[in-house]
């Protein structure tokens, strides 16, 4: 049986909420990070060889990688839902925010926390100016697309919304990003909030945390 492999504050949620709002039925495992900088324990780690989340098994597959496994589960277990077809009007701008998530959006993060982590100064590094720029470029892309469509690939939720929600909250909490100048960031997270899908899927990955909406 499809088994999601959850580590707490992680991009798994991701999977979750997929399952959730598919109503598919999965075995859900969940994953207590350790040490006083959370890194992940050994037996996530054993997982995959990669030793990050998220993770998925099914029968004797493994596999790894938020963009992947959502592929697979919609094709696999969800007759084609939140995927958009080829003749769908939404089908570009779908395809463009699913891979523009992980391929630049959280890149981008993740260099800022590099540089954060290393206390370089924007003013004496021209990686950490043009790390800052291009960070704020891709905020200002988000407010615009949400500022046009209700949800990034148009006007109905799809995989696109799945990878984007955890950039937008999870890690933004953990990267202290305010969105008070983003009023269509909050209405969006307001309206992502309201899903029982996300509701459920959010209690399971991580209980006791109420989700970053805002």
Not at 33 to 58: C, F, N, Q, S, W
Not at 85 to 97: E, K, M, Q, S, V
Request: proline fraction near 6%; glycine fraction near 12%.
């Amino acid at each position: 049986m499809l088994t999601v492999h959850h580590l707490g504050l992680s991009q798994s949620e991701r999977i979750v909420w997929l399952c959730e709002e598919l109503g598919i039925d999965y075995v859900f495992k969940r994953y207590e990070r350790i040490g006083g900088k959370g890194y992940a324990p050994p037996e996530y780690k054993a997982l995959h060889p990669m030793g990050i989340a998220p993770v998925i098994t099914d029968g004797a597959l493994v596999l790894g990688e938020s963009g992947a496994i959502c592929d697979y589960i919609c094709g696999r277990y969800g007759d084609g839902r939140l995927t958009p077809g080829p003749d769908h009007p939404d089908f570009a701008n779908h395809l463009f925010w699913f891979h523009w998530c992980n391929g630049t959006f959280m890149a981008t993060l993740m260099g800022g926390s590099v540089i954060q982590l290393a206390g370089t100064d924007i003013s004496d590094s021209p990686g950490a100016a043009f790390i800052a720029d291009r960070t704020a470029r891709a905020w200002g892309m988000i407010e615009t697309r949400l500022g046009e469509a209700p949800f990034f690939g148009g006007s109905d939720l799809t995989t696109a919304d799945i990878m984007m929600v955890y950039g937008l909250t999870t890690s933004r909490a953990m990267r202290g990003t305010s969105i008070a100048a983003f009023p269509n960031i909050r209405r969006y997270l307001a309206d992502i909030g309201a899903r029982p899908a996300y509701q459920s899927a959010m209690a399971k990955a991580e209980p006791g945390m109420a989700p970053v909406l805002t």
